[in-house]
């Protein structure tokens, strides 16, 4: 049986930068409803803005999942492609291969995924080249 | 202060009306890279920025924001706008550069945001 009590999954299109975020306040105003905690709420909408980006400037397409257990907040990001080829230079701030789109309305800084890591508890991230990549997120709320 | 006092501080014009400016503005900030602000952002900020597409509105309203300050008379996009005002994020538009706005800020003691 799943340990999760809420598993919500949220849909994030290629290029979509007009909806850029939707998914992101949604989570937020569902967890604030079930009455977490700001601060926590505050690093959870960052690294989950941060993931939703990253699925509209870089993938194929993919979702955000938002599971709550009696101790913890987990943010996944799946997709289905492109991969990153190499995840420790993806991980480095500064290191970006945004669009030139992307980088006119002020995105690409490479510091998408450094910003997951610091606003999460826990960070993994797998990912495969032509398959896709997928970023956990852990938050502890009790 | 008031995100009212500031708007009057910087001879500033309001572009969402319908929105309250009774927040306080606790820190100030001014920067165009959206991923940087995300990462540098806090809660009560009065951001300025040069950047009028959509998601400054997501970037500020993530962060809980006091306001967003259009500098150099950069108007938003009308989807822009629609956003404030339908999240309530307030807008204020000067013609002063970043730069003169961060100098009024500072001078009247809005704090530099905390790292």
């Known amino acids: 049986m799943a340990d999760y009590i809420i598993r919500d999954s949220y849909p994030v299109q290629t290029a979509a930068y007009e909806s850029a975020g939707d998914a992101s306040a949604r989570i937020k105003r569902k967890l604030k409803q079930l009455g977490i905690d700001s601060a926590i709420l505050r690093r959870i909408a960052v690294a989950s803005y941060e993931a939703e980006l990253n699925l509209i400037i870089h993938s194929h397409g993919g979702e955000l999942i938002m599971e709550m257990t009696p101790k913890s907040i987990v943010l996944i990001s799946k997709d289905v492609g492109p991969g990153i080829a190499d995840i420790s230079q993806a991980l480095k701030e500064g290191y970006s291969t945004a669009s030139e789109e992307a980088r006119d309305l002020g995105f690409g800084a490479g510091m998408g995924l450094p910003n997951m890591k610091r606003n999460a508890d826990s960070f993994d991230i797998t990912s495969e080249v032509g398959v896709g990549t997928t970023i956990q997120m852990g938050f502890q709320i009790a | ?115």
């Not at chain 2, 009774?22 to 540098?40: K, N, R």
């Open chain 2, 1 to 115: 202060m008031k995100v009212v006092d500031l708007m009057h501080l910087l001879e500033a014009e309001n572009l969402t009306k319908e929105v309250s400016l009774e927040g306080e503005v606790t820190c100030g900030y001014s920067c165009d890279l959206l991923s940087w602000v995300l990462a540098h952002g806090k809660q009560g900020m009065g951001w300025a920025t040069v950047q009028s597409h959509v998601n400054v509105i997501a970037v500020s309203v993530l962060m809980e924001m006091a306001c967003v300050i259009l500098v150099e008379g950069v108007e938003p996009e009308d989807a822009t706008l629609a956003k404030a005002l339908e999240e309530g994020m307030p807008i204020l538009s000067t013609e002063k550069t970043a730069y003169e706005v961060c100098g009024i800020m500072c001078k009247a003691g809005v704090a530099v945001p905390g790292r």
